[in-house]
Structure formats: structure tokens, C-alpha cells
């Protein structure tokens, strides 16, 4: 078994969750912004949705679908890629996707 197992997916997706439910928190609960809040819970959604999906592959590849097993990557890079883009980063311009 190498560094990327079943088991080291599962415990990816696992992370995955709980950051996405305690995003989605912080959303609800610590911004007042209407426009923060919709942002942070639109990205904890996507968060979510590809943790489910990195586990499912993770549980497909017990059951032997050998494809299943270069799935996690792309979604757990898309979680990442998805994030990195709707984060106002500090050095963003102003005029544009960071309003």
C-alpha cells in the first residue's frame, strides 16, 4: 500500500467535512456581512459535497472499481482550487472578483 490509500483518502475526506461544517459555522454564526455569509456558505457547500465524493470513491475502491482510485485527487484539488479562488486574497485588486 502506498502514501495514498483507501485509508489516507478517507481520513482527506474526513478533514475535508469537518473544515466544510466548521466554515458553513462561522458563516452562520460569526459574520455579519450578507455577502461574507453567502460567500463562506456557498464554498463550505462545495467543501461538502467534494469531501462526500472523495469518500465515496474511497469506499469504491474497497469494492474493487480501479478507477475510483485517481478520483480523490481531482476532487480534493478541486475543494482547494474552488477555495483559493473565492478567498479575497490581501494583495487582489479591489475592482473585480474580490468586491
Known amino acids: 500500500m502506498g502514501?495514498?490509500?483507501?485509508r489516507n483518502w478517507i481520513t482527506l475526506a474526513a478533514v475535508g467535512g469537518f473544515m466544510a461544517v466548521a466554515?458553513?459555522?462561522?458563516?452562520a454564526h460569526g459574520v455579519t456581512d450578507p455577502r461574507a455569509q453567502d460567500l463562506l456558505r456557498t464554498g463550505s457547500?462545495?467543501?461538502f459535497m467534494h469531501s462526500l465524493a472523495t469518500f465515496a470513491c474511497a469506499v469504491?475502491?474497497?469494492?474493487?472499481?480501479?478507477?475510483?482510485r485517481?478520483?480523490?485527487?481531482?476532487?480534493l484539488s478541486g475543494v482547494l482550487l474552488s477555495r483559493a479562488r473565492s478567498?479575497?486574497?490581501?494583495?487582489?485588486?479591489?475592482?473585480?472578483w474580490a468586491r
Do not use: E, H, K, N
Not at 60 to 68: C, E, V
Open 3 to 6: 502514501f495514498w490509500s483507501r
Open 23 to 27: 466554515i458553513g459555522a462561522f458563516a
Open 45 to 47: 457547500l462545495y467543501g
Open 60 to 68: 469504491f475502491m474497497q469494492i474493487g472499481a480501479r478507477r475510483a
Open 70 to 75: 485517481f478520483a480523490p485527487a481531482f476532487f
Open 87 to 96: 478567498t479575497p486574497w490581501p494583495w487582489a485588486p479591489r475592482a473585480g
